[in-house]
């Protein structure tokens, strides 16, 4: 028998999302129907069950959020879908996941808002709620896909990335990209690289669930495994029982952060193309990444020397990456879905370095190849 070759497929981005999630051995969903997300929680419906998974159509986005974070509790890889309000719903329960270090993964299918805004149109308006919707000082993994491969191995990560580190991980999707079809070839499932949590080494009676260790990432024990786990979402000691301690509710904090800050490199992901000798650039996420590198190749033709960073993680925003490019070109074009959310990032770590040129379109439609090659050739000419 012939070794098992890879299979091409023509898939949407949001049916690709569910192929990657269960690549990555998600087996609980809980969700609510919201346009343009509900084919993620429609084709889950029908293949969980099939690999002994479990499926939740909830009442509402704040059950959907507490049934996955009770999932991920009882050491099942779990997840959720949605789109902005929605989205919004959650971010209570975010924070709740964020405090007691509960790995779970949040795609968000953005589209026009605010409140019920445009339902069927693309937008990236969400970006900042990603990192910042749910309150206080709080570690967050933020990542954005940009095509229907993009959409399965991105989704991938998501999970390693949220069980290496404990941590919520928010998948921004947008309409575009999620009812794009195309043709794409998966990885086998030997291929596909799959983490899970670390799950403790001691007996029961010497477990600590939220003790200290180099990597800041505790091991997590799943209810029912005979190891006791206080779960609350007030600031707590390492036995996870509330304290006031000022030292203790130090550790806490510096202890979040830290785990972050420490895997920056495994996190923090990007794509580069026509950098080395750019003079300008481009950084774009999601599907105006695609239209992007569409400008960029058709700038390269006519001899401008301009290269693209696509951000694959939005948050932790990924400076190092971006400050050598800052140096390095005289201008950089940042075109968005929304009145400058990404900029605003770019504009932080630039410090005056170049000249930050902004690109907006807020009425419902994706921004084109030519209207950012017309901006790269104005660029280019002053």
């Not at 569910?18 to 084919?39: K, M, W």
């Not at 429609?42 to 939740?56: D, K, W």
């Not at 575009?176 to 799950?199: C, F, G, N, Q």
């Not at 960073?309 to 940042?334: A, E, G, N, W």
Request: hydrophobic content about 40%; overall charge negative.
């Amino acid at each position: 028998m012939t070794e098992k070759q890879r299979e091409r497929r023509l898939l949407q981005g949001n049916e690709a999302i569910v192929q990657g999630a269960l690549a990555a051995q998600c087996r609980f969903f809980a969700g609510y129907p919201i346009t343009p997300a509900s084919e993620i929680a429609e084709q889950l419906s029908m293949r969980l069950p099939a690999v002994n998974g479990t499926f939740i159509q909830m009442e509402d986005e704040i059950a959907s959020i507490g049934a996955v974070i009770g999932a991920s509790l009882a050491g099942v890889k779990a997840m959720t879908a949605t789109s902005g309000p929605g989205f919004a719903l959650m971010q209570e329960n975010l924070g709740f996941a964020c405090a007691a270090e509960v790995p779970c993964v949040i795609v968000n299918v953005m589209r026009g808002g605010p409140s019920t805004g445009l339902p069927t149109s693309p937008a990236q308006g969400d970006v900042q709620m990603a990192r910042w919707g749910t309150h206080g000082d709080h570690p967050v993994i933020v990542l954005a896909v940009s095509s229907v491969l993009d959409s399965f191995t991105i989704t991938v990560t998501a999970f390693n990335l949220s069980e290496r580190y404990r941590v919520p991980v928010v998948v921004l999707s947008d309409e575009v990209v999620a009812h794009t079809r195309e043709s794409v070839e998966l990885p086998l499932k030997k291929e596909v690289e799959v983490v899970d949590r670390i799950a403790p080494g001691m007996p029961p009676d010497w477990y600590k669930p939220y003790q200290e260790d180099a990597r800041g990432v505790p091991p997590m024990a799943a209810f029912g495994d005979g190891y006791r786990h206080h779960v609350t979402g007030l600031v707590h000691d390492q036995d996870g029982f509330p304290t006031q301690n000022p030292q203790e509710v130090e550790k806490f904090h510096q202890r979040l952060a830290m785990k972050i800050t420490k895997g920056l490199p495994d996190i923090q992901l990007t794509k580069k193309m026509y950098m080395d000798d750019a003079e300008l650039f481009v950084v774009a996420y999601g599907s105006v990444a695609r239209s992007a590198l569409r400008a960029v190749e058709e700038a390269q033709k006519v001899g401008i020397k301009v290269g693209l960073l696509q951000l694959i993680t939005l948050f932790p925003f990924p400076r190092r990456t971006l400050t050598p490019y800052l140096q390095q070109c005289h201008s950089v074009l940042v075109p968005e879905l929304n009145l400058g959310q990404m900029s605003r990032e770019v504009q932080r770590v630039n410090q005056g370095q170049c000249t930050v040129v902004k690109q907006n379109r807020v009425d419902g439609k994706l921004i084109t190849p030519q209207e950012i090659y017309n901006q790269l050739v104005k660029l280019s000419d002053g």
